[in-house]
């Protein structure tokens, strides 16, 4: 297994792949067009303040992982004093799932940021994800909020960093 971050020349696979696999997670998501973030992938990942890895197997990508700047579009955080990224796009194809290769590519990424001044991690994520809230809890998170809506259930998580001496 190799984990790496993304090239110019992976952008075409890493949107192959993620495309598929948010297609899975999010069907009707997906019927409502390309996100921004991976609609200008190399200007938010490669050139930006973003960082995005992916992990291969066999020379074929099985999970990757990305971090965007924190955009503030959710009134009830205060993310405002601190710089946060907002971890995104954490997929991995069931056949490597349970191996411990999520918590991998999240470590990876944590050094990235870390190296990168970030003083707090911001994800959300949603019940009905089998396994994803305790998932970001093992990783260090905690819950700061659950929306109240009865479908999404959106539940926002932070993992801020301890100052370093």
Known sequence: MIIQAVTRDDIPE???FTLQARAELFPKLSASG?????AHFESTYLQGD??????RHAGEIVAAIGYLPYDQ???QLDFHA???VEVV????LPAFRRGGLA???YRALTVLARQNGVEALYLHTHPFLPGAIDFWVRQGFSVIDIEADPIWQ????????APTS
């Open 82 to 84: 601190i710089k946060t």
């Open 50 to 55: 973003g960082q995005f890895l992916i992990a």
């Open 89 to 92: 796009r954490l997929f991995v």
């Open 73 to 75: 579009r959710f009134p």
């Open 103 to 105: 918590g991998q590519l």
């Open 34 to 38: 390309l996100p921004d973030d991976l």
């Open 154 to 161: 959106t539940t926002h998580m932070e993992n801020r960093f």
């Open 14 to 16: 890493v949107l192959a």
